[in-house]
């Protein structure tokens, strides 16, 4: 749960004013494939995903729109760049949030017509900052990108759509750099209460990426700043799923699903517990019950040092022991370990 911010409403779920955090993705198959993105939107909505955007880069795209919200139940966010008829097609469509924003669509006009469609249908806008984006003018004012530049760039697009009668608002202010959108979430959260979407954009391939992400992402949610995020990945966003699930899990606020605790290995370990920890992950990945695992390297300090856990394992030379709650179970050869550990599980 977040700190206090608005509560806005997307589709069928809120957003901000301590409700959960919600995970987000985007879907990546070219715009002009119906099918493959209904596809992948299955896939995401099946994996846990919470909110789906879809960008509309075309008026022909709109399309997109009523084929997902026919195929799954999340909703469905259009990102829109400048175009304000897209904008107004996609709301006419159906769409539950659009990505836009106000101030690169041009003319009070056409900002008005795209927040009277909004009121009109309570669809809320985001407005999406990133450091590759933020104004001349304010690049000048701070002799280059900062993060309180990256607030100012998301306050004067907030005070356009607020000169509209329009605060069913949601802001992000992305960076590649941690520290960067670290620094502009902090400031932002002091002086905004709109609900903030983080992210680590263009964050890189899966390790990098869900490192930068964890750092910034779950940094700022330790903090209680945040309400809604996606881990950009370069890969396929059901990866961005499950690492935004993991972030969520690692500062507490998601519980459910198997915690593997693992020792790193030292000069005691005499099995090999690396590849059996991995094992164990794995055969569990999908496994919904809400215990601790642990696979320690050594039979001496192993139930010790993995007191808090459910059910483990504790190395020995060529054996192992299988303990719960701490307790000594039984004792089992290396060979036989994983079959084991999994037995006793699924029996729990
Ligand atoms: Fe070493 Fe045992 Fe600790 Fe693993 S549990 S790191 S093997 S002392």
């Known amino acids: 749960m977040a700190s206090y911010t608005k509560k806005v409403k997307i589709g069928n779920i809120y957003i901000g004013g301590g409700s959960d955090i919600a995970i987000q993705s985007m879907l990546n198959v070219p715009a002009c494939d119906i099918a ?25 795209s709109v399309r997109l729109i009523d084929a997902l919200k026919n195929a799954v139940n999340v909703p469905i966010v259009a990102d829109i760049h400048f175009d304000y008829k897209i904008a107004i097609e996609c709301a006419h469509a159906g769409v539950d949030k659009i990505r836009i924003n106000p101030g690169n669509i041009g003319d009070e ?18 407005i999406g900052v990133n450091s590759g984006s933020v104004e001349k003018r304010i690049l000048e004012k701070y002799d280059g ?14 005070k356009i759509l607020e000169k509209h009668d329009f605060y069913d608002t949601v802001i992000s202010m992305k ?25 680590v954009t263009e964050a890189g391939t899966k390790y990098k990426g869900i490192i930068k992400s964890a750092a910034g992402i779950g940094g700022l949610l330790l903090n209680d700043i945040g309400d809604t995020i996606r881990v950009s990945l370069t890969d396929n966003p059901i990866e961005e799923i499950k690492a935004a699930k993991d972030i969520l899990k690692a500062v507490g606020l998601k519980t459910g ?9 030292c000069g005691r370990t005499k099995i090999d517990l690396i590849t059996l920890a991995n094992k164990v992950e794995k055969a569990l990945e999908n496994c919904e019950k809400d215990i601790t695992v642990a696979v320690m390297g050594c039979v001496v300090n192993g139930p010790g040092e993995a007191k808090e856990a459910d059910i483990g394992i504790a190395g020995g030379d060529g054996c192992a022991v299988i303990f719960k709650k701490g307790q000594i179970l039984k004792k089992v050869s290396e060979k036989e370990v994983f079959n084991e550990l999994i037995k006793e599980i699924e029996g729990m």
């Open 175 to 199: 960076a590649s750099n941690v520290k960067l959108m670290y620094d502009a979430y902090t400031i932002a959260s002091q002086k905004l209460d709109y609900p903030l979407h983080l992210g």
């Open 36 to 60: 493959g993105n209904v596809k992948q939107a299955k896939e995401l909505e099946k994996a846990g995903c919470e909110i789906i955007r879809t960008a509309v880069p075309d008026l022909e």
């Open 145 to 158: 990108i900062c993060a309180e530049g990256l607030v100012e760039s998301a306050l004067d697009h907030v």
């Open 109 to 126: 006009q056409k900002v008005k017509q795209v927040t009277d469609i909004c009121k009109l249908k309570q669809i809320p806008i985001r």
């Open 257 to 265: 699903g198997v915690n593997i605790v693992s020792c790193p290995t």
